[in-house]
């Protein structure tokens, strides 16, 4: 790994905090409340979405009580710091986290919002919290996390839809997409990741959407891309993660560069980093080396995820004077 973009002070949009429980405090935490253990913790090898999402259960499991939420929150975040990026935008769904031992949200807000006052503390990161419905959870459970959201939204910074796009197309969760836009939040939603491009042009219109989750079957459909290029909505591409859930059959076939180079605003992230057994640097590596990026290209995703992070007004200011200054050229 090139040292100049392991230093480089990096932003993240796109990072799911069940996906980033670093293995051995997956393996540490197991012990300690003895779940059995899989060698399948990890995706090695590009297989359907539903697998892969399967894989998550042995991270899911760690959240054993509120203790382990703040503790694995907190070492998530100290994992993110120490990979120099200093804004995250850390997403999560509290129905998955809550499931194994039926925690409350409250709680889990709570031992999340603490984790996350620590770490920016002691790792001069900012942290913005994106909570997730999922589709697979159905409408209901959609309707009780916008709930949680809008009771939050002072200290979160805006809400998800994740999971099966194809079995839940985005119309079905218009009701409460709208009411979460109507109460201010921000919204970015899973959109053609494996699914059929035109549900990214409904997540925009319909769900109001105002950044895309991979959105990489846009280079599909040219009506998808002036639509994205038209509303100013960015992708949050994570290059190993849609080779590994087949969103695309080659890395050197990813669309980055070319969704790039059409003029549609693109940025890199690593999705879920401990399944995909990846790194944020790792991802910029792979878009150098196998998407022909360049580092001026690199640092204009970077500047493009700063003008776009939902992040507050104030937690930008900030990390632009400490980290991002030298992107005004
Ligand atoms: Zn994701």
């Given at each position: 790994?090139n040292?100049?973009i392991k230093?480089l002070?990096k ?257 890199i ?10 790194t944020l640097s790792q991802e910029y590596d792979i878009a150098i080396?196998?998407?022909?990026l360049?580092l001026?290209?690199i640092?204009?995703t970077i ?27």
């Amino acid at each position: 790994m090139n040292p100049k973009i392991k230093n480089l002070p990096k932003i993240e949009l796109h990072r799911h905090l069940e996906g980033s429980i670093p293995i051995p405090l997956v393996m540490e935490w197991s012990k300690k409340y003895n779940l059995p253990l899989s060698h399948d913790m990890q995706v090695k090898n590009p297989m359907p979405l539903g697998p892969v999402l399967e894989r998550l259960f042995y991270q899911q499991r760690c959240f054993q009580n509120i203790e382990s939420v703040e503790t694995l929150t907190y070492e998530v975040l100290k994992d993110i710091a120490s990979d120099n990026i200093k804004l995250i935008e850390l997403r999560f769904s509290p129905s998955f986290m809550a499931e194994p031992k039926n925690l409350s949200f409250d709680s889990i807000m709570e031992a999340t919002l603490a984790a996350k006052e620590r770490a920016q503390k002691d790792f001069g990161i900012e942290v913005g919290f994106i909570l997730i419905s999922s589709r697979d959870y159905g409408i209901e459970a959609c309707e009780e996390t916008i709930n949680l959201a809008i009771q939050w939204k002072k200290e979160i910074i805006g809400v998800d839809l994740a999971g099966n796009e194809t079995e839940h197309p985005p119309e079905l969760f218009e009701k409460p997409f709208q009411r979460a836009h109507t109460e201010g939040l921000n919204i970015t939603t899973h959109s053609g990741e494996v699914s059929n491009p035109h549900h990214i042009s409904t997540s925009i219109h319909k769900l109001k959407a105002l950044r895309i989750g991979h959105g990489v079957q846009a280079i599909q459909d040219p009506k998808v891309i002036q639509d994205l290029i038209k509303y100013k909505i960015p992708l949050e591409l994570c290059p190993t993660s849609n080779l590994m859930t087949q969103a695309i059959s080659k890395i050197e076939l990813h669309p980055l560069k070319k969704l790039m180079n059409a003029g549609v605003l693109v940025t890199i992230s690593s999705d879920d980093p401990t399944l995909f057994g990846t790194t944020l640097s790792q991802e910029y590596d792979i878009a150098i080396h196998h998407l022909g990026l360049s580092l001026d290209q690199i640092q204009k995703t970077i500047l493009t995820s700063f003008h776009h992070s939902f992040s507050s007004d104030e937690q930008k200011k900030r990390a632009w004077k400490k980290y991002f200054k030298y992107l005004e050229k």
